[in-house]
Protein backbone atom coordinates (compact mmCIF):
# COMPACT_ATOMS: atom_id res chain seq x y z
CA UNK A 1 0.00 0.00 0.00
CA UNK A 2 1.60 3.91 -0.95
CA UNK A 3 0.70 6.33 1.25
CA UNK A 4 0.77 9.69 -0.14
CA UNK A 5 0.80 13.08 1.79
CA UNK A 6 -0.58 16.42 1.18
CA UNK A 7 0.30 19.21 2.77
CA UNK A 8 -2.35 21.65 3.63
CA UNK A 9 -3.05 25.00 1.35
CA UNK A 10 -3.81 28.10 2.27
CA UNK A 11 -6.69 29.62 0.23
CA UNK A 12 -6.02 33.72 0.48
CA UNK A 13 -9.33 35.58 -0.80
CA UNK A 14 -9.38 39.48 -2.58
CA UNK A 15 -10.79 41.66 -0.32
CA UNK A 16 -11.97 43.68 -3.14
CA UNK A 17 -13.87 41.33 -5.41
CA UNK A 18 -13.63 38.38 -2.93
CA UNK A 19 -11.87 36.14 -6.10
CA UNK A 20 -9.78 33.00 -4.35
CA UNK A 21 -5.82 34.50 -4.82
CA UNK A 22 -3.63 31.40 -6.26
CA UNK A 23 -0.86 31.70 -8.45
CA UNK A 24 -2.38 32.49 -11.27
CA UNK A 25 -3.80 35.90 -10.45
CA UNK A 26 -1.95 36.84 -7.39
CA UNK A 27 1.90 37.02 -8.95
CA UNK A 28 2.18 40.56 -7.18
CA UNK A 29 1.06 39.38 -3.53
CA UNK A 30 -0.34 42.79 -3.95
CA UNK A 31 -1.41 44.13 -0.27
CA UNK A 32 -2.55 47.40 0.44
CA UNK A 33 -2.08 48.41 4.13
CA UNK A 34 -2.97 51.98 5.82
CA UNK A 35 -2.10 53.61 9.35
CA UNK A 36 -4.53 56.43 10.80
CA UNK A 37 -3.33 57.89 14.29
CA UNK A 38 -4.63 60.75 16.32
CA UNK A 39 -2.99 63.00 18.42
CA UNK A 40 -4.64 65.20 21.22
CA UNK A 41 -3.05 69.03 21.16
CA UNK A 42 0.03 67.77 23.22
CA UNK A 43 0.78 65.28 20.84
CA UNK A 44 -0.22 62.24 23.08
CA UNK A 45 -2.28 59.07 20.89
CA UNK A 46 -5.29 58.83 21.67
CA UNK A 47 -6.76 56.47 18.49
CA UNK A 48 -5.74 54.59 15.88
CA UNK A 49 -6.89 52.63 12.96
CA UNK A 50 -5.59 50.32 10.22
CA UNK A 51 -6.70 48.07 7.59
CA UNK A 52 -4.99 45.81 5.55
CA UNK A 53 -5.89 44.94 2.02
CA UNK A 54 -4.90 41.27 0.55
CA UNK A 55 -5.86 42.09 -3.76
CA UNK A 56 -5.46 40.17 -6.73
CA UNK A 57 -3.28 41.45 -9.48
CA UNK A 58 -6.87 42.99 -11.63
CA UNK A 59 -7.52 44.52 -8.00
CA UNK A 60 -4.08 45.86 -6.77
CA UNK A 61 -3.43 47.21 -10.26
CA UNK A 62 -6.47 49.64 -10.38
CA UNK A 63 -6.07 50.28 -6.64
CA UNK A 64 -2.12 51.17 -7.47
CA UNK A 65 -3.42 53.36 -10.44
CA UNK A 66 -5.68 55.56 -8.37
CA UNK A 67 -3.00 56.28 -5.58
CA UNK A 68 -0.55 57.29 -8.20
CA UNK A 69 -2.82 59.47 -10.25
CA UNK A 70 -4.12 61.31 -7.21
CA UNK A 71 -0.57 61.86 -5.99
CA UNK A 72 0.47 63.44 -8.98
CA UNK A 73 -2.60 65.84 -8.51
CA UNK A 74 -4.83 64.43 -11.80
CA UNK A 75 -7.37 64.31 -9.08
CA UNK A 76 -6.95 65.31 -5.56
CA UNK A 77 -9.69 66.55 -2.95
CA UNK A 78 -8.61 69.12 -1.64
CA UNK A 79 -8.14 71.06 -4.37
CA UNK A 80 -11.74 70.51 -4.20
Known sequence: MAKKEIPA???WT???C???LI???WRYRGKVETANDVHDLYGHAVAGENHRYDLCDTCFTAVNKAIVETIKGKETPCSI
Open 9 to 11: QTV
Open 14 to 16: CDC
Open 18 to 20: ANE
Open 23 to 25: GKN
